[in-house]
Nanobody
Framework: QVQLVESGGGLVQAGGSLRLSCAAS??????????MGWFRQAPGKEREFVAA????????YYADSVKGRFTISRDNAKNTVYLQMNSLKPEDTAVYIC??????????????????WGQGTQVTVSS
């Protein structure tokens, strides 16, 4: 089992920045070469992929809507993955949810390809 706890959400004006963190516990993070990612869900909308990072911190993947504005990174020594969000827009308002690959496979862009989920942290961007 893997437990994921997000932090860093809040209220910010359009054009501002936030940095989300996701701390993993349970299985030793670095002993399991699993990708980590972020999804988001706005009210009345389906959960959507935001970003993912490979176990090594090398290849990263982004939704087109956040490319160039968001950066995902990870620190295996701290069992933590980060999402730096710059140039935030009101349409970025959502609950941001951390995800861990676990034993799942498939496209990073799909919910069913991820095994563990956090509870989420609210990000609200005012215009």
């Amino acid at each position: 089992q893997v437990q994921l706890v997000e932090s860093g959400g809040g209220l910010v004006q359009a054009g501002g920045s936030l940095r989300l963190s996701c701390a993993a516990s349970g299985r030793t993070f670095s002993n399991y070469a699993y990708a980590m990612g972020w999804f988001r869900q706005a009210p009345g909308k389906e959960r959507e992929f935001v970003a993912a990072i490979s176990w090594s911190g090398g290849p990263t993947y982004y939704a087109d809507s956040v490319k160039g504005r968001f950066t995902i990174s990870r620190d295996n020594a701290k069992n933590t993955v980060y999402l730096q969000m710059n140039s935030l827009k009101p349409e970025d308002t959502a609950v941001y949810i951390c995800a861990h690959r676990g034993h799942y496979s498939g496209s990073y862009y799909l919910e069913r390809s991820w095994g563990y989920w956090g509870q989420g942290t609210q990000v609200t961007v005012s215009s």
